[in-house]
């Protein structure tokens, strides 16, 4: 039974190629499969996480370095060597806003990579502390009140400043 003459020529048909149609599809529609294995390895806390890193951090920590990963209890942070330093100091505190961002204590530890970070949307700028120009001394401000050119003048006053500036601190 099945094993007779009539039955070859059914095995040995070639089948047909099955041809499959792509249609458009918008590109939201798409992101929820791609990223399914990505969320599953990290968890879905870390994609929360670095989603919402501004906000949880804070603007001031968020400029300082950004979430790089979050394995086995332990968060990885790219910041710069100084603010690693920074960041080390403010590590229990830290661990507290994000744990309990996440609703729950994920995060036991965090390790730091050296890497330049690029500002992360919704975190401003930070502004250089500046001070008060420095006076200048009687005799150079004597002087420069002689110039006539007022953007000579202006231009000569800040080269001074920095001059002075740089004195005081050095």
Not at 8 to 28: E, I, K, M, N, V
Not at 127 to 153: C, E, F, H, Y
Not at 154 to 165: F, I, K, P, S, W
Request: hydrophobic content about 45%; aromatic content about 2%.
């Amino acid at each position: 039974m099945g094993h007779g003459k009539a039955d070859a020529p059914q095995a040995l048909a070639p089948s047909r190629p099955s041809f499959r149609t792509y249609d458009l599809r918008a590109l939201g529609a798409l992101i929820p499969h791609v990223a399914r294995p990505g969320l599953r390895a990290r968890g879905g806390q870390a994609a929360l996480l670095m989603a919402d890193w501004a906000q949880v951090a804070g603007p001031e920590v968020a400029a300082l370095g950004v979430p790089r990963g979050l394995q086995a209890g332990t968060l990885t942070l790219a910041c710069t060597g100084p603010a690693a330093m920074q960041l080390q100091m403010m590590a229990p505190a830290l661990m507290e806003r994000i744990n309990t961002h996440l609703g729950r204590a994920v995060v036991q530890r965090l390790r730091f990579v050296q890497q330049v970070v690029a500002r992360p949307a919704g975190v401003p700028a930070r502004a250089p502390a500046r001070g008060a120009a420095p006076l200048l001394p009687g005799q150079v401000a004597d002087k420069l009140s002689g110039i006539t050119d007022p953007g000579l003048r202006a231009a000569l006053e800040n080269l001074a400043r920095g001059v002075y500036r740089t004195r005081d601190r050095g």
